[in-house]
């Protein structure tokens, strides 16, 4: 049994973009879902903008939680220059969950997260 509700995947609401930041060396929250909300990510867009490789780290975490190996989605990615990765999900948030993301050179990679909350 999940701790997680199981929230329905909604066709009538369409998927809007949620965040976008381009990660440090040091981990920082990407998303957090608002209070009294609960959120399908539906697709997670990696891009690295630099001219060499980067490896991504990104967290889900809930509520209180740091991030750390314990709750990687992906730890030590690495994607190549100029190429962009998606993950089409679905993933499944509750309210004060969040995505966590650092990258192993600064600068290097945007990651954007597009889903609904509801």
Request: with cysteine.
């Amino acid at each position: 049994m999940s701790a997680y509700p199981t929230p329905q995947y909604r066709q009538d609401e369409p998927a809007r973009k949620l965040a976008s930041n381009i990660p440090t060396t040091t981990a920082r929250p990407l998303y957090t879902v608002p209070s009294g909300k609960r959120c399908t990510i539906t697709l997670l867009n990696m891009t690295n903008i630099h001219s060499a490789s980067t490896t991504i780290n990104l967290y889900h975490t809930r509520a209180g939680e740091s991030p750390s190996t314990i709750n990687a989605l992906y730890y030590e990615v690495t994607i190549a220059k100029n190429v962009v990765s998606q993950d089409v999900g679905p993933f499944y948030m509750c309210a004060g969950e969040s995505l966590w993301a650092l990258c192993s050179t600064g600068n290097h990679a945007t990651i954007t997260v597009y889903g609904i909350e509801e």
